[in-house]
């Protein structure tokens, strides 16, 4: 059983900052991408940014400059420091590792709950 915990999220007012913790925890052999993805009221789930096992890094556009995801292999966490926040970027966010589970050959998605980022303008 794998689980991911994300928290962090909160209420903040436009050009704040906020900073997402997603930590994995149960029976993990080994964790390949790690990522953030937000899903805004009436709209599709969209990636945000995600980090390789080797440091490399994507970012959606609307984030770019902003936002700056890392990962801290030891703790099995994925972080997201969200800076210059605006209204736009409020969602729901949500934690997405690629990790193989003890017993498993094979990669395999895990999502977390989701934490609510609001941004009042």
């Known amino acids: 059983q794998v689980q991911l915990v994300e928290s962090g999220g909160g209420l903040v007012q436009a050009g704040g900052s906020l900073r997402l913790s997603c930590a994995a925890s149960g029976s993990i052999v080994s964790i390949n991408d790690m990522g953030w993805y937000r899903q805004a009221p009436g709209k599709q789930r969209e990636l945000v940014a995600t980090?390789?096992?080797?440091?490399?890094?994507r970012y959606a556009d609307s984030v770019k400059g902003r936002f700056t995801i890392s990962r801290d292999d030891a703790k099995k966490t994925v972080y997201l420091q969200m800076n210059s926040l605006k209204p736009e970027d409020t969602a729901v966010y949500y934690c997405n590792a690629v990790l193989i589970v003890g017993g498993s050959y094979y990669y395999t998605p895990h999502w977390g709950q989701g934490t609510q980022v609001t941004v009042s303008s």
């Open positions: 980090v390789t096992e080797t440091g490399t890094t």
